[in-house]
């Protein structure tokens, strides 16, 4: 059975930064596709960065590239997401997501199979 916890969430001011982290617990870490979504209060879960089993692939919503980056660490068993140059509008909950095995729709909610309870981040300007 796959559990997901994610950590690092808190509060901070527009354009700071902050890192959060996944980390995996059950088998086979290394043949899972990782994700990581945001929601906000009222809204729909949005995709926001996605890393293949093996981290060759990385891609990320068109609104956070260039100032998030995803990684993973195949041997702590753990996924984090760099983020930098925060904005306001990104305030929410951020959770976790894994499936085995890539799919070409990474950023789709129903494609994955595990989710954590979120950690909270909120922005201030």
């Known amino acids: 059975q796959v559990q997901l916890v994610e950590s690092g969430g808190g509060s901070v001011l527009a354009t700071d930064s902050l890192r959060l982290s996944c980390t995996f617990s059950g088998p086979t870490f290394s043949l899972h596709t990782l994700a990581w979504f945001r929601q906000a209060p009222g809204k729909e879960r949005e995709f926001v960065a996605v890393?293949?089993?093996?981290?060759?692939?990385?891609l990320y919503a068109d609104s956070v590239k260039d100032r998030f980056t995803i990684g993973r660490d195949n041997i702590q068993n753990t996924m984090y997401l760099q983020m930098n140059v925060l904005k306001p509008e990104e305030t929410g909950v951020y959770l976790c997501?894994?499936?085995?095995?890539?799919?070409?729709?990474?950023?789709?909610?129903?494609?994955?199979?595990?989710w954590g309870q979120g950690t909270q981040v909120t922005i201030s300007s």
């Open positions: 890393i293949s089993a093996g981290g060759d692939r990385k």
């Open positions: 997501a894994a499936r085995k095995w890539w799919t070409t729709r990474y950023s789709a909610v129903d494609e994955y199979d595990y």
